[in-house]
């Protein structure tokens, strides 16, 4: 509020002896002060920006299809699919040995034992584990479209694994570890893996990284480990410190375990991008990792999602220090 400015003319009488005197005229000048300036504020933060994702539908060559992660509803044996048993003959597992072999549309009741290189499996069921070290060395194979697992038990043994192996549309169920890195040369693309465990008969990891090598690409995945009663993380890079190098891991949607991603000792390039962590289903952080200035850590989110794995909000970024 300011104060008025009055100006105005006095006039003084002075009375003395022998009459009235002439007045004196005086001029009064009342200046108002400014006005206060308002106190200064700080200009008020921008929010951050809200991350965009951008679905990536998995289309199998049947026509199943999922608007963006991995679901059962588009990966695992195709429904309808006419199988033929393969009779064991390694034990109770089935063991192929000339290279070059394609199991199209099988069913094998137990292990399944790669001792040949290029062994491709599609349109299968694989009611145990595939192997593939045998004699010292790592054979090839590539698995497309295809189950692996029992419906009646939860299996120790990582159902895939261990090196110079590709899998895409698979899905994993009735293991406690789904896929192994034990070696170089590994592409694991639009796959969907339910993880379990029994009592302390075994611990869960969606992937876990043992005696690794070099040459991982983990790319748009569905890993789920919550309900699991014993688990480490659904990605679970801990190994030798000499061990891990050069790998991808995006467009990922994991869930559960003490850190849902813990990534250490790894080396030459990591890259980690456009990942989600379903929010709150982890014991203690959502990650766990050693955050190198070499390390690629971009657009990584913490979200929710519904029965479908369809994503419903972003709750907020990923740091590299699991914040």
């Not at 570890?177 to 170089?184: A, H, K, L, N, Q």
């Not at 030798?240 to 990534?263: A, F």
């Amino acid at each position: 509020m300011r104060r008025l400015l009055v100006a105005g003319v006095l006039l003084v009488s002075a009375c003395g002896a022998g009459g009235t005197q002439p007045q004196a005229r005086v001029t009064v000048t009342v200046t108002a002060s400014p006005s206060p300036s308002p106190a200064a504020t700080s200009p008020t933060p921008a929010p951050p920006p809200i991350a965009k994702l951008t679905p990536r539908p998995v289309v199998a060559p049947d026509g199943r299809r999922c608007p963006d992660h991995p679901t059962p509803a588009c990966t695992g044996l195709p429904p309808g699919t006419k199988l033929r048993t393969l009779d064991a003959n390694d034990g109770p597992a089935h063991r192929v040995v000339k290279p070059n072999t394609v199991l199209d549309g099988v069913h094998v009741t137990g292990d399944l034992f790669i001792a040949a290189d290029n062994v491709t499996i599609v349109n299968s069921q694989i009611d145990g584990a595939i192997q593939a070290e045998f004699d010292g060395k790592d054979h090839a194979y590539t698995i497309t479209d295809s189950t692996v697992g029992p419906t009646d038990e939860c299996q120790t043994a990582p159902a895939i694994g261990v090196a110079d192996y590709k899998a895409e549309r698979v899905l994993i169920r009735g293991h406690a570890d789904g896929f192994r890195d034990s070696g170089d040369n590994i592409t694991i693309k639009d796959s969907y893996a339910r993880l379990c465990s029994e009592g302390t008969e075994n611990y869960a990891d969606g992937i876990q990284t043992f005696n690794a090598g070099k040459g991982l690409l983990l790319d748009h995945n569905t890993l789920d480990m919550r309900g699991v009663v014993n688990y480490n993380s659904p990605i679970f890079f801990n190994d030798r410190p000499d061990g891990t190098r050069d790998v991808t891991i995006t467009n990922n949607l994991v869930m559960g375990g003490t850190y849902t991603v813990q990534l250490h000792n790894i080396h030459g390039s990591l890259v980690v991008k456009n990942n989600l962590i379903v929010d709150r289903t982890w014991e203690h952080a959502p990650m766990s990792g050693d955050c190198l200035d070499t390390i690629q850590f971009e657009n990584n989110n913490i979200v929710t999602i519904d029965d479908d794995y369809r994503v419903t909000s972003i709750v907020r970024p990923l740091t590299c220090n699991g914040k």
